[in-house]
């Protein structure tokens, strides 16, 4: 089968969807199948070449419209592609709109990942609207089956109700070969946190983090918060570490390389990702990645994962915004080191049992047999 996959960028650049689009494609390709990709060419990279036996086609960007990249090329490359199957991805509406336009005059199916909705603030919230009112609607009524990766997304969002019949339900994975536990020795009072560090990505809750830890100090003094990721808000919130007091507490490391990601995992007591946005936030796949290095997760209930959390007790859901229930939880991890190491290896089982991507690609692979 020839698969074209259409996300706005790809690996090298680090995020959510890239992830997704990266360890998708590798599984299908080992499962016999030709993937091609075509994204913008952040960072710059060859143009084309072949990542780990996908096809890759790069293409120039004009500039963003928030987390969109404008390529002007993306409709001339997509006429030439042949393909059996284009899978897309919301919500970057530049590539999913000419994915569509391709996938209807090439009479070929169109899968959407729906992994949230399109949202924005200021000026770019009124654009968001118009949009949702009118492309996503052409998209989604085109689409043949529409990818969700947690069910109670039908409900939450706005857009998607009245197509429940096209729904799939299908989770985000995590490379349980790359992510393990390492041997290395966990700092006792360490956090980790990993976003880009932009206004897009503000839903993440780091500044609710930060203002937990003020409160955690209290208890735990020498507690330290790494911080992965850069973006024209590090400033911002080197700042704001600097005026709760936490300088000395608090160390920002910019952009991880991925082949390092799996160190930091490895080396912190817990992984915390405060999301404050159902909209904005899907599945949490840096969630399973850090469950995966035997490592405990503390989230909020509006991340993907967090049932299966809480039904393993492989971390702590606390609700979105409270910056002191995030505080004790970050404390009773930070002082409870059993419980810790216990909840790793639980989180570590539910991602060997349930969130493969093989088994991911399994059931994508299976979904696109059925439209074909």
Not at 58 to 70: F, M, P, Q, W
Not at 120 to 128: Q, R, T, W
Not at 141 to 150: C, G, L, P, R, V
Request: aromatic residues 10%; contains cysteine; charged residues 25%.
């Amino acid at each position: 089968m020839k698969i074209m996959q259409t996300p706005i960028r790809f690996y090298p650049f680090i995020g959510g969807v890239e992830n997704y689009v990266y360890y998708l494609s590798q599984e299908l390709v080992k499962k016999g199948h030709q993937v091609r990709v075509l994204c913008a060419n952040e960072p710059p990279s060859s143009r084309e070449e072949t990542v780990e036996d996908i096809q890759v086609k790069r293409i120039n960007y004009l500039g963003k419209i928030a987390n969109t990249n404008l390529t002007p090329g993306l409709p001339y490359a997509l006429s030439k592609e042949n393909f059996d199957v284009i899978h897309t991805h919301i919500p970057t509406p530049w590539s999913a709109d000419w994915s569509y336009m391709a996938s209807k005059f090439k009479n070929k199916p169109l899968i959407v990942t729906y992994h949230n909705d399109i949202i924005g603030n200021g000026a770019a919230h009124y654009i968001a609207k118009l949009y949702n009112s009118t492309a996503l609607k052409l998209l989604l009524n085109h689409a043949s089956k529409i990818i969700i990766t947690q069910p109670d997304y039908l409900q939450s969002s706005p857009y998607l109700k009245r197509y429940e019949d096209k729904i799939e339900v299908i989770p985000n994975g995590v490379d349980v070969r790359k992510f393990k536990p390492l041997n290395l020795t966990k700092e006792a009072h360490s956090l980790f946190f990993l976003s880009l560090l932009d206004e897009f990505h503000q839903y993440k809750g780091l500044d609710y983090l930060l203002k937990s830890l003020k409160i955690v100090k209290e208890e735990v003094n020498d507690v330290k918060l790494v911080v992965g990721g850069e973006g024209k808000l590090l400033d911002y919130y080197q700042k704001m570490a600097k005026d709760l007091g936490l300088e000395n507490n608090v160390e920002f490391h910019g952009f991880i390389p991925h082949e390092k990601i799996v160190e930091y995992y490895n080396k912190c007591r817990a992984f915390v990702l405060p999301s404050i946005s159902s909209k904005q936030e899907g599945f949490g796949i840096v969630a399973l990645e850090a469950l995966a290095c035997e490592t405990p997760v503390i989230s909020t209930d509006i991340v993907g994962v967090s049932d299966d959390l809480k039904e393993v007790n492989a971390g702590i859901i606390i609700p979105p915004r409270d910056v002191e229930k995030l505080a004790q939880a970050i404390v009773d991890l930070l002082t409870n080191q059993e419980l810790s190491e216990k909840m790793g290896i639980r989180g570590r089982k539910l991602v060997q049992e349930k969130y493969t991507w093989l088994k991911i690609a399994e059931m994508a692979e299976n979904l696109y047999e059925r439209v074909l």
